[in-house]
């Protein structure tokens, strides 16, 4: 399986010591959620946690976020372990002892399980330290939630440099406490979010023909995109094009003479991905002339397709295999949903394991983004164990 001994009792035992510390954590992340790009609060807070394990943080640009970096006592390829650190402006409806603290946002995606799991890997690699043959990176990024994301700030700010391999994750409360998932090659969607804003001309009620209806242009520009995906992308292509608001008009009796609306495009192919937001301008832009209309259109977020390398796949395998035995691991299903993770991807290889926090006792069963989402917090000993391992395993023998 490896070509050098992994000690993965040694992780086992490292990891269920540090598990109490986790849950506190992770709790008081809980309580604390900061919405995209706005996380200074969670920032401080990861900085005093990291300064406590020991690692070496490392200077960026930018204002929220933290990267750290653990070097073994030998020199070695360097892997990176990277984590969101935003919540969603979502009011918790939980009845958790540590629920939000904070109106109207709430940690409803698991990014406060990613921070904890991640700090807990730093603590066992920290205890590991005179063992690691190489360099771990430890990204701790901002703004997964909301366009146009942390990922490619970070990126261009250098957190890449010089890392061979960079690894992942993310909780399912879909999948059982005690199980992960994996998927080769694409396993999340391409994400282009945009804003389109149709310039009408306003008017009295009674009087639409002197304006330019803004408001029922924006109908017919929603109605007529929704064929782009059933006419001219490929049927054998799952895509999406989805509109999550429309905001236009001032009063019953006047015409509208600007509407936004903001919607997103997902797809699975690469084809469809650079398609996509072509068809969804041409489209909006010949209905709006049609109409005397003029069209305005944003890219707020373009993330690429999440391709998951199989060989990084295939390490975790391996690890989680020998750390927790057979009949744990499961094939991650393809969905469109999108995670900025993939910007990663694109530069070198990595992959994201799904961490099972599944368990209906406690009600954590509930979809992500919900008002009611909860997640196991047995769940944190399985994907610290995983990725301190594969970590390690990764700096000792590489990808095979």
């Known amino acids: 399986m490896n070509m050098y001994h992994i000690p993965y009792k040694e992780i086992i035992s490292l990891t269920k010591r540090v598990h109490q510390k986790q849950i506190k954590i992770q709790r008081h992340l ?26 070496k943080i490392l200077p960026i640009k930018m204002e929220t976020g933290v990267v750290a970096e653990l070097r073994g006592t030998t020199k070695g390829p360097t892997v990176a372990v990277r984590t969101d650190i935003d919540a969603l402006p979502v009011t918790e409806k939980t009845n958790l002892k540590y629920k939000s603290k904070i109106d109207g946002c709430m940690h409803a995606c698991g990014h406060d399980m990613h921070m904890a799991t991640v700090l807990g890997a730093a603590m066992i690699l920290k205890e590991m330290q005179s063992q690691l043959k190489g360099t771990i990176r430890f990204i701790f990024q901002p703004a997964e939630e909301m366009p146009p994301g942390g990922a490619r700030p970070m990126i261009a700010g250098g957190v890449l440099k010089n890392v061979s391999a960079i690894f992942g994750l993310h909780v399912d409360p879909h999948l059982a406490t005690g199980k992960i998932s994996l998927r080769d090659g694409v396993t999340m969607a391409s994400v282009n979010d945009f804003d389109l804003i149709i310039h009408g001309k306003g008017g009295h009620a009674a009087r639409p023909n002197t304006a330019v209806d803004a408001l029922v242009t924006a109908c017919e520009v929603v109605e007529s995109i929704q064929k782009v995906i059933s006419r001219e992308i490929d049927p054998i292509t799952p895509a999406a094009v989805s509109f999550g608001t429309i905001n236009g008009g001032v009063a019953r009796n006047v015409i509208a003479d600007q509407v936004v609306l903001k919607g997103t495009a997902r797809s699975l192919s690469k084809k469809a991905t650079r398609d996509l937001p072509r068809l969804i301008k041409r489209t909006a832009n010949a209905v709006c002339k049609g109409r005397g209309a003029r069209l305005e259109m ?6 690429p397709v999440l391709y998951n390398h199989a060989k990084i796949n295939r390490l975790f395998s391996e690890n989680y295999l020998a750390l927790f035995g057979k009949g744990k691991i499961e094939e991650t299903p393809l969905v469109l949903g999108g995670e900025d993770f993939a910007c990663y991807l694109e530069k070198i290889p990595g992959a994201m394991f799904r961490l099972g926090v599944m368990n209906k006792k406690i009600k954590a069963d509930k979809p992500w983004h919900s008002s009611q989402f909860i997640a196991d917090e047995k769940a944190l000993i399985y994907g610290t164990a995983l990725l301190a391992s594969a970590a390690f395993d990764f700096l000792t023998n590489g990808i095979k």
């Open 30 to 55: 809980h309580r604390y959620p900061e919405i995209s790009f706005n996380e200074f609060k969670n920032t401080s807070y990861l900085k005093k946690e990291i300064k406590k394990i020991g690692l």
């Open 298 to 303: 944003n890219i707020l977020a373009d993330y």
